[in-house]
């Protein structure tokens, strides 16, 4: 078994609100959804497709890098 950390960007676009919620330990945890897309080449056409993120970020304080 390795011991490596996987690591995944997602750049995308949230699809509402994130919901705040605390641990007992008083963990933040951040619950929201991301949009990502790509285009796809299908029979000589190109076709948007978007793929749904269901994301949990938590810690002493979760972050969201957001840019406009």
């Keep these: 078994m390795s011991r490596g950390v996987n690591k995944v960007i997602l750049l995308g676009r949230l699809g509402k609100d994130p919901e705040m ?3 007992p330990s008083g ?3 951040a619950s929201f959804s991301m949009a990502t897309n790509h285009s ?3 029979n000589d ?3 948007d497709k978007t793929e749904w993120h269901n994301l949990v970020a938590f ?3 979760p972050k969201l890098q957001v840019s406009t």
Aim: net charge positive; proline share 0%.
């Design 21 to 23: 919620r605390y641990a």
């Design 27 to 29: 963990t933040a945890i």
């Design 40 to 42: 796809q080449k299908v």
């Design 45 to 47: 056409e190109w076709v």
């Design 59 to 61: 810690g002493k304080k």
